[in-house]
Nanobody, 124 residues
């Protein structure tokens, strides 16, 4: 069992930056691929970024490529999402997720564990 707790959300102006963190419980964090998803009001949850178990490979949605960076620190059981050049359309609840398979990063059904989410609001 893995428990995930996100932090770092908040209100920021367009063009600003935020860094989300997701702390995982347990001793097997490095056995999981990690992903970030987001859900805006009235919209379906969508993939944002994913990272493999070692942190060597990363994947991004086209909408955030070049602006967001996912990273992980396996010694600290934490995955991060650095978000730069934020836009109002980035406003959403952001969730981190963990899963065992190094494939299908953009598909939510590959992830077994989910955090409770953290709100990111970007004002124009």
């Amino acid at each position: 069992q893995v428990q995930l707790v996100e932090s770092g959300g908040g209100l920021v102006q367009a063009g600003g930056s935020l860094r989300l963190s997701c702390a995982a419980s347990g001793r097997t964090f490095s056995s999981y691929v990690m992903g970030w998803f987001r859900q805006a009001p009235g919209k379906e949850r969508e993939f944002v970024a994913g990272i493999n178990k070692s942190g060597e490979r990363t994947y991004y949605a086209d909408s955030v490529k070049g602006r967001f960076t996912i990273s992980r620190d396996n010694a600290k059981n934490t995955v991060y999402l650095q978000m730069n050049s934020l836009k109002p359309e980035d406003t959403a609840v952001y969730y981190c997720a963990g899963g065992p398979f190094e494939l299908g990063y953009e598909y939510s059904y590959y992830y077994d564990y989910w955090g409770q989410g953290t709100q990111v609001t970007v004002s124009s």
